[in-house]
T-cell receptor, first 115, second 114 residues
Framework: NAGVTQTPKFQVLKTGQSMTLQCAQD?????MSWYRQDPGMGLRLIHY???????DQGEVPNGYNVSRSTTEDFPLRLLSAAPSQTSVYFC??????????????FGQGTRLTVV | GENVEQHPSTLSVQEGDSAVIKCTYS??????FPWYKQELGKGPQLIID?????GEKKDQRIAVTLNKTAKHFSLHITETQPEDSAVYFC?????????????FGQGTTLQVKP
C-alpha cells in the first residue's frame, strides 16, 4: 500500500493563479481531510469529506474548493492564489469505525509558496 | 467553536530526562484524543491515543493522561532520546456524528540534547 499520496511536493504560484493539489489514498478510507500547517498555528482543517459525493467546510475554507467523486481521491483547488495561502498542506484519511477511535494517516505534504 | 490549546510551543530537555506537553480542549463532548509526532519534512504520525472513558494509557516510554473534568490531557515521554526530537501535536475529536474530524493544537517542538 502506498498510503496517502500527495502531489506535487513543492509548488510556487503567482498571485491570482489557480491550481489543484492532488491527494489519493489506497486504503479504502471513507474519511478524507485537508489541513494547512503554519508556524505557531498547528494544523487547521480546511475541508473534509465523509464519503464520495459528500464534503463539508472546516475552520479555514475560504479560497479553497474540494470535491470527492471517488473514495480514493480528494483534490483541493485554489481558485485565485493569494500570498496568505503560502503554507504546507496536508491531506489525511481515516476509516469509519464504530467507536470514536479514528487514526488519521497523513500524506507527506505539499509546500506551496504564493508570490 | 471547537478549540485545542497546546503548551509549551518549544521544549528542550537533556537526553534521559522526561518531557511533558499539555493540552486543553473546549468541547466537553469530545471523545477521542490522539497525539501525533511530525519529523522534519514528513507528515504527522499517530504515536498514542486515548478515549474519553479512560484516564491514562501507556506505551513503553510514552503515556497520555486525561482529565475530563478539567478538559485537559497531557503527553509524558520518559527517558527521552535524541530520536524523540520532533514536533508533537495533540488533537481532539468533537462529538459531531463520527465524521473523522480532528481539531489540532498549535504544536510543540521538542529538542532532546545528547
Amino acid at each position: 500500500n502506498a498510503g496517502v499520496t500527495q502531489t506535487p511536493k513543492f509548488q510556487v504560484l503567482k498571485t491570482g493563479q489557480s491550481m489543484t493539489l492532488q491527494c489519493a489514498q489506497d486504503m479504502n478510507h471513507e474519511y478524507m481531510s485537508w489541513y494547512r500547517q503554519d508556524p505557531g498555528m498547528g494544523l487547521r482543517l480546511i475541508h473534509y469529506s465523509v464519503g464520495a459525493g459528500i464534503t463539508d467546510q472546516g475552520e479555514v475554507p475560504n479560497g479553497y474548493n474540494v470535491s470527492r467523486s471517488t473514495t480514493e481521491d480528494f483534490p483541493l483547488r485554489l481558485l485565485s492564489a493569494a500570498p496568505s495561502q503560502t503554507s504546507v498542506y496536508f491531506c489525511a484519511s481515516s476509516y469509519r469505525s464504530r467507536g470514536p477511535n479514528t487514526e488519521a494517516f497523513f500524506g507527506q505534504g505539499t509546500r506551496l509558496t504564493v508570490v | 467553536g471547537e478549540n485545542v490549546e497546546q503548551h509549551p510551543s518549544t521544549l528542550s530537555v537533556q537526553e534521559g530526562d522526561s518531557a511533558v506537553i499539555k493540552c486543553t480542549y473546549s468541547d466537553s463532548a469530545s471523545n477521542y484524543f490522539p497525539w501525533y509526532k511530525q519529523e522534519l519534512g514528513k507528515g504527522p504520525q499517530l504515536i498514542i491515543d486515548i478515549r474519553s472513558n479512560v484516564g491514562e494509557k501507556k506505551d513503553q516510554r510514552i503515556a497520555v493522561t486525561l482529565n475530563k473534568t478539567a478538559k485537559h490531557f497531557s503527553l509524558h515521554i520518559t527517558e527521552t532520546q535524541p530520536e524523540d526530537s520532533a514536533v508533537y501535536f495533540c488533537a481532539a475529536k468533537p462529538f459531531s456524528g463520527n465524521t473523522g474530524k480532528l481539531i489540532f493544537g498549535q504544536g510543540t517542538t521538542l529538542q532532546v540534547k545528547p
